[in-house]
């Protein structure tokens, strides 16, 4: 099969939620996998000065008008949560986790786990940056509770997370959402479109 795409997203991205809704349909009609990438766009940020687009002066405001746009554009659930943005280290290292997980019946909840998260987030309006909400979405998803838990305090775990924000920073992924596939970068949810033409045509 041919090589998956890449996608670079940080739980705390609304672009990142809506773009997951997304992605998978694209992949699929174009006979790619989704490689599922979370970072942290704090840690990105220490690197590229860049800041949440919330904060930023005229554009926080007009970004929050334009959240819910494009999500009314594309029919997917939004409403922006009170606590915004948000750290979701637990997230990305439950999500870790499972993707590297020996047993099958684990690995294969991660995905529905990313999704998860994010709508409970971005959906429902519960705060995924707190580790017990991570743990009862988990476990809301198939997860073992207490076999989570234990796992993320493990350095393995906490290795895991810091070597996928690296390996992002060391490619270059400066925000989320993020696509690479066959060496080719497309950045934002709203480059979805031009991303599935280039696997479409073969690129340009």
């Keep these: 099969m041919a090589s998956p795409i890449d996608f670079w997203f940080d739980f705390s991205s609304p672009f990142g939620y809506l773009a997951s809704e997304r992605i998978e349909d694209i992949a699929a009609r174009n006979g790619r996998d989704v490689a599922w990438r979370p970072i942290l766009l704090g840690a990105v940020f220490k690197v590229t000065g860049g800041a949440p687009l919330t904060e930023a002066p005229m554009k926080g405001a007009y970004s929050i008008m334009d959240m819910a746009r494009s999500?009314?554009?594309?029919?997917?659930?939004?409403?922006?949560?009170?606590?915004?943005?948000?750290?979701?280290?637990?997230?990305?290292?439950?999500?870790?986790?499972?993707?590297?997980?020996?047993?099958?019946?684990?690995?294969?909840?991660?995905?529905?786990?990313?999704?998860?998260?994010?709508?409970?987030?971005?959906?429902?309006?519960?705060?995924?940056?707190?580790?017990?909400?991570?743990?009862?979405?988990?476990?809301?998803?198939?997860?073992?509770?207490?076999a989570l838990e234990t796992a993320l305090g493990e350095s393995t775990v906490k290795d895991a997370l810091r070597k996928t924000v690296e390996s992002a920073?060391?490619?270059?992924?400066?925000?989320?959402?993020?696509?690479?596939?066959?060496?080719?970068?497309?950045?934002g949810n709203d480059r979805l479109e031009m991303l599935e033409r280039w696997l479409a045509s073969g690129g340009w």
């Design 71 to 146: 999500a009314r554009e594309h029919d997917i659930p939004f409403k922006q949560p009170d606590n915004f943005p948000i750290g979701a280290v637990a997230a990305c290292r439950a999500t870790l986790w499972l993707q590297r997980h020996d047993d099958d019946r684990y690995a294969v909840l991660s995905t529905p786990l990313i999704h998860a998260l994010f709508r409970a987030y971005y959906v429902d309006g519960r705060d995924i940056s707190d580790a017990s909400t991570v743990l009862d979405v988990a476990a809301d998803t198939g997860v073992d509770r207490a």
């Design 169 to 187: 920073i060391a490619r270059n992924v400066f925000g989320s959402p993020t696509f690479a596939v066959d060496g080719e970068m497309f950045w």
